[in-house]
C-alpha cells in the first residue's frame, strides 16, 4: 500500500534503501537494480514500488555488524553504560524559574539565529557570511535572496516566529500539564492531532502520524487502537533514525530536572512510536543531558551524562565518543567539523547522528553564552534551526544572559491550536509548575 506523508513513494523508496544500509542490512544486486530502472514521474507510485518493498522485508543483515541497537526501553536499559540516573537538584524554585527562562530564551535564539540557512552546507554559510562581513557569525543573518524565513533574518526579527521545533516543546509542555507523568506515547498523538496542522510536521513526524491515523479512527474506538508503535514508527516511514525526535526532546529534560534517567525515559515515550533505534536515542540523550544540566555545568560530563541513558554499543554513541576524542585533537572548532564531514560525508544533513556531533561541538567549543553556542552550531551547517535550538536550550539552562534573545522580545508566535502568542516567562512559569508536579510524583 503506497501511503507516503512527505516524498512521493518513490523518493520514499529511495530514501528507505539508504536507511536500510544504514541499519546494516545487505541489498541484493537485483534490488538495487530494480529501483534504479524507476522512472521519477512515470513510476511515482507504480504498483512496482510495492514489489520492492516486499523484497525488502526479512533482509539478511551484514555479517560483519557490531552494534546493539534495541527500540524497546527495558532492552535499551539493559545495554546502557553505568550513570547517575538521578542528581542531587540544590536550585530553589525561583532560581529553577530562572534557569526554565533561560532555557526557553536560548531554544528560541538557536532556533530563529539558525531558520534562515536550514539545511545548507558549512561551506555555503560561511560564504555568504564573509560576503556579508558577518564571519564569524554574532548576529542574526542578514537578509539575502537565497535565505529562507524573512521573519527571523536581521533586519525583521521581532519575535519567535512559528517553527516545529518550538511547537514541540509546546506539545511537552501541554502533554504533562494534562497527562501527567504517566502520559503514553498516544497522548503524544493525539495531541498533535488536537494542536497541530498537519503541514506543520515533517520527514518521519509526518509519516508517523499518518501511520497513526490510519490505524486510529476518530470514533468508536479508545485512543491509539488498533496502532502501534512498531507500526507507526517504520511503515513506509525512511526518516526514522533523521533528526525529528531530538528536536522533541528538551521539555522532557525541563520537566524532569536533575532525574536524566525519568528524562531519557519520558524521551522514550515520546520517540518510540515515530523513530528507531539511533533516532529514538538521540532523543533520550538529549533530555538526560537538558536534565543534568540543572545539576551540572562541565559540557564533557553532561555529554557523558546523556551517553549514560543509551546504549553503549550504538552508532550514536559511538559518534558522540568520537566527538569527545576529536577535541582532543582539533584545536578549533573549523578542523573539528572537518573531521566530521570527513567521516559522516554519505550522511543525510537531517540525519540525528551527524547533527547531535554538531550540538556537541558547539557544547565543547564554545563558552557557554547563548549567542557564541549557539552561532557555532550555525556554522557548523546542515539541519541549522534543530541543532543551534537544542544548543542554546542547554547552553540557556547554565547561562540565560543573552543579546540575541533581547531582540525576541520574550515572545513566541506559534502555530499552534490552543496557543496564542505567549511570552517566554510566561512558559517558565508553567514549565515550573509541571516540574514541581514530576518532582513530587518522582519522590
Known amino acids: ?42 513510476d511515482a507510485y507504480s504498483e512496482r514500488i510495492e514489489k520492492i518493498y516486499k523484497k525488502l522485508e526479512n533482509l539478511p543483515m551484514r555479517p560483519d555488524w557490531k552494534y546493539e541497537e534495541p527500540d524497546e526501553l527495558e532492552e535499551i536499559r539493559a545495554l546502557r553504560p553505568e550513570g547517575p540516573r538521578k542528581l542531587e537538584l540544590k536550585l530553589s524554585d525561583a532560581e529553577l524559574l530562572e534557569h526554565f527562562h533561560g532555557a526557553w530564551r536560548g531554544r528560541c535564539v538557536g532556533c530563529a539565529l539558525g531558520k534562515p540557512v536550514e539545511c545548507k552546507s558549512r561551506s555555503w554559510i560561511r560564504d555568504l557570511l564573509i560576503r556579508q562581513g558577518d564571519w564569524e557569525l554574532h548576529d542574526y543573518i542578514r537578509s539575502a535572496p537565497e535565505l529562507w524565513c524573512p521573519r527571523s533574518q536581521r533586519e525583521n526579527i521581532n519575535c519567535m516566529e512559528p517553527d516545529d521545533d518550538i511547537h514541540y516543546t509546546l506539545v511537552g509542555l501541554r502533554v504533562l500539564e494534562t497527562k501527567g507523568a504517566d502520559f503514553k506515547w498516544h497522548d503524544v498523538a493525539d495531541r498533535w492531532n488536537s494542536s497541530l496542522p498537519y503541514n506543520a510536521v515533517c520527514t518521519a513526524e509526518t509519516q508517523a502520524i499518518l501511520n497513526y491515523n490510519m490505524r486510529h479512527p476518530r470514533f468508536c474506538r479508545p485512543s491509539g487502537w488498533g496502532a502501534t508503535p512498531a507500526f507507526t514508527r517504520r511503515f513506509n516511514n525512511p526518516y526514522r533514525e533523521w533528526i525529528g525526535a531530538a528536536i522533541r526532546a528538551d521539555f522532557w529534560g525541563y520537566a524532569a530536572a536533575g532525574n536524566p534517567e525519568l528524562a531519557a525515559e519520558f524521551a522514550y515515550r515520546d520517540a518510540c512510536w515515530t523513530h528507531t533505534k539511533n533516532g529514538i536515542y538521540a532523543e533520550m540523550f538529549v533530555a538526560a543531558v537538558i536534565s543534568a544540566a540543572f545539576c551540572e555545568s562541565d559540557p564533557e560530563k553532561l555529554i557523558r551524562i546523556g551517553l549514560s541513558e543509551i546504549p553503549a554499543n550504538c552508532r550514536f554513541a559511538e559518534a558522540v565518543r568520537l566527538s569527545l576524542q576529536w577535541k582532543k585533537e582539533a584545536p578549533t ?44 552550531a550555525v556554522m557548523g551547517g546542515m539541519d541549522t534551526d534543530c541543532t543551534a535550538a537544542t544548543t542554546g536550550s542547554i547552553t540557556g539552562i547554565l547561562n540565560p544572559e543573552s543579546h540575541l534573545a533581547e531582540r525576541l522580545n520574550d515572545t513566541i508566535e506559534p502555530n499552534f491550536i490552543g496557543e496564542s502568542v505567549c511570552s517566554m516567562k510566561a512558559l517558565a512559569e508553567r514549565t515550573l509548575a509541571v516540574h514541581r ?4 510524583c518522582a519522590k
Open 1 to 42: 500500500m503506497l501511503v507516503s506523508g512527505w516524498y512521493d513513494p518513490l523518493v520514499q523508496l529511495q530514501h528507505e534503501l539508504v536507511q536500510l544500509e544504514e541499519e546494516g542490512y545487505i541489498l541484493s544486486p537485483e534490488i538495487r537494480e530494480e529501483a534504479a530502472m524507476l522512472h521519477p514521474d512515470a
Open 333 to 376: 572548532w573549523e578542523q573539528f567539523m572537518d573531521k566530521l564531514d570527513e567521516r559522516y560525508k554519505n550522511m543525510h544533513c537531517v540525519h540525528a547522528i551527524n547533527n547531535l556531533q554538531i550540538v556537541v561541538m558547539a557544547l565543547l567549543y564554545g563558552n557557554s553564552t547563548i549567542d557564541r553556542n549557539c552561532a557555532l
Open 437 to 440: 508536579k514530576i518532582r513530587e
